[in-house]
Every structure is written in C-alpha cells, then in structure tokens.
C-alpha cells in the first residue's frame, strides 16, 4: 500500500471516528440529560439553560454559541483542528434532529452517570483523533496545548463554573448538582481517553545505537545518548534516554522493536517535564 492510499486511509477513519463522536454526544443530550432537565455545562449548557426557558431550539442553539469559538480555534490550533471540530458541531446538531428527544430511565442519577459516560467517550475519541466537540473543548485544548493540564478537569472546571452560575441566577440547585456529577464522570471519561498531557521517559539499552537514533529523531524527539556497562557483565553498550507523551509511545515501541527487538527499555511515568519539549504535533 503506497503513502496515497495510508493516507486516505486515515482521513477515512478520523472521519469515522468524528462522526461516532458526534453520534455518542446526540445521544447523551437526547437521551440522557435534556429529558431530565440536565445540563452538560459548557456551550452546550448554556443551549440548553436557554433552550429550557425558551421557545427556541437547543440543537441550533449549539451551533449559534460555538462559532466565535471555532473562529477563534482557526487561528490558534490551525485547519485541521477546527475543520474536524466544524464537522463535529455539525454532524451533533444533525444527530440531535434524529435522535428523538426521550428519556431510556426514570432515575435521574443514572441518567446523569451514563449520559456523562456517553458523551465523554464521544468528545474522546474526537480529541484522540485531533478534533473537537466544539465549546470548551476548543478552549481546553488552547489552554492545554503549551502546558500539562489535565484536559478532562480543566472541562469539569469551566463547566461546573457555568452550572453553578446558572443555578445560582435561576435558584435551582437540584438539578445543578446531578448535572455536577454527570460533568465530572465526563471529565474523567475524557482523561481516561485523551492522554495527550501524560508523559513518558524512556531508557532504552541498546547494540545497535546509529540505526535506533536514526529513526528516534524522525518523530521527532530529543535524545540523550549516554554510555552504559553492565555491573555483572562489564560490557558496554548505549543508552538512549527520550521523554515522549502516551499518544507517541506506541509508535516508539514499534520502532524499537523493528530496529532492536533485543534492546532492554524502561518506561516510567513522568511526573513533570521543565524546559523546552514538543507538547504534540501542531494542527
């Protein structure tokens, strides 16, 4: 398969996933929250508050409140981003028409756990891709994109603002609170999904150092080379040290084992990285 066809390939499968995303979101509102008079929190809350005490239309609603962000997107995050980030507004609001507007339970904690659950997975997997459901989560992923915040309670933190002042300016807090509970599941739904700010160091002991570095800093990576001997077997080898993030790692395995299957590689979690370092591919 030549490098064409890969990548139309890929095209064909964001896509895919962009339109899951925007089908799972659908659901959660339809099914789940706007049938209990929950709010999501966010662009989307701020429909919905509106749509609650209007005549006017929740799915439009949405679209109206998320263009200044996705204008403001463009320039921040690039084309890619936000083009993904259109069609998932788009394709949300599309889903919401044919998604019927009724609840699947009765209970309301329920409906705020799984609605939450359903609409994290949706807005996850449209980040892992490098899109967006639109609303904070553009705004997330400016804010995240120069540092390590965790994006899912960065969301809960914009959004749980938006709930509480809503609930404060109409004096309804009962429905604030389980709305509170559906947004900070989601928050951990999307973190659990997009682990973009989660680093890794690697230490790779390798024979076949000039072979392995070659295809290292194609990612590319900064890595420190230093020499290492075996305390039992006094032979010298090669260590690689490189600090990439989750999303990358599976690439780096591969390339690792395709190049050196024999090279012995520690993985540790870091918990925090100073000085200059690639925080992920630009849009």
Not at 26 to 44: R, Y
Not at 136 to 157: N, P, Q
């Given at each position: 398969?030549?490098e064409?066809?890969?990548?139309?390939?890929?095209?064909?499968?964001?896509?895919?996933?962009?339109?899951?995303?925007?089908?799972?979101?659908?659901?959660?509102?339809?099914?789940?929250?706007?049938?209990?008079?929950?709010?999501?929190?966010?662009?989307?809350?701020?429909?919905?508050?509106?749509?609650y005490?209007?005549?006017?239309?929740?799915?439009?609603?949405?679209?109206?409140?998320?263009?200044?962000?996705?204008?403001?997107?463009?320039?921040?995050?690039?084309?890619?981003?936000?083009?993904?980030?259109?069609?998932?507004?788009?394709?949300?609001?599309?889903?919401?028409?044919?998604v019927?507007?009724?609840?699947?339970?009765?209970?309301?904690?329920?409906?705020?756990?799984?609605?939450?659950?359903?609409?994290?997975?949706?807005?996850?997997?449209?980040?892992?891709?490098?899109?967006?459901?639109?609303?904070?989560?553009?705004?997330?992923?400016?804010?995240?994109?120069?540092?390590?915040?965790?994006?899912?309670?960065?969301?809960?933190?914009?959004?749980?603002?938006?709930?509480?002042?809503?609930?404060?300016?109409?004096?309804?807090?009962?429905?604030?609170?389980?709305?509170?509970?559906?947004?900070?599941?989601?928050?951990?739904?999307?973190?659990?999904?997009h682990?973009?700010?989660?680093?890794?160091?690697?230490?790779?002991?390798?024979?076949?150092?000039?072979?392995?570095?070659?295809?290292?800093?194609?990612?590319?990576?900064?890595v420190?080379?230093?020499?290492a001997?075996?305390?039992?077997?006094?032979?010298?080898?090669?260590?690689?040290?490189?600090?990439?993030?989750?999303?990358?790692?599976?690439?780096?395995?591969?390339?690792?084992?395709?190049?050196?299957?024999?090279?012995?590689?520690?993985?540790?979690?870091?918990?925090?990285?100073?000085?200059?370092?690639?925080?992920?591919?630009?849009?």
């Open positions: 398969m030549d064409g066809q890969n990548i139309m390939m890929r095209k064909a499968f964001d896509l895919l996933v962009i339109v899951l995303g925007a089908a799972l979101a659908a659901i959660g509102f339809n099914l789940f929250l706007i049938p209990h008079g929950l709010l999501s929190g966010g662009i989307s809350g701020i429909a919905m508050i509106i749509g005490i209007t005549p006017l239309n929740i799915s439009l609603l949405y679209l109206l409140f998320n263009l200044p962000i996705i204008i403001w997107g463009f320039f921040v995050l690039g084309k890619r981003f936000i083009t993904l980030s259109v069609i998932s507004v788009a394709l949300t609001v599309w889903f919401m028409q044919l019927p507007e009724r609840a699947i339970t009765s209970d309301t904690v329920i409906s705020a756990i799984f609605g939450g659950v359903v609409i994290a997975i949706g807005t996850g997997i449209s980040l892992r891709i490098g899109g967006s459901t639109g609303g904070f989560d553009i705004i997330g992923s400016i804010v995240t994109r120069k540092t390590d915040f965790s994006l899912g309670m960065l969301l809960f933190g914009l959004n749980g603002f938006v709930i509480v002042a809503l609930a404060y300016a109409q004096q309804e807090w009962t429905s604030a609170l389980y709305s509170m509970l559906c947004i900070y599941i989601s928050g951990k739904v999307v973190d659990t999904i682990i973009r700010h989660i680093k890794v160091t690697l230490f790779i002991i390798t024979h076949n150092k000039d072979k392995l570095l070659e295809k290292m800093l194609l990612l590319p990576r900064g420190t080379l230093l020499k001997e075996g305390a039992f077997s006094h032979h010298e080898s090669d260590l690689l040290m490189t600090v990439t993030t989750r999303y990358e790692l599976a690439e780096l395995r591969k390339i690792i084992k395709e190049t050196d299957p024999h090279a012995f590689v520690n993985i540790v979690e870091t918990v925090g990285v100073l000085g200059q370092f690639r925080r992920g591919k630009e849009a």
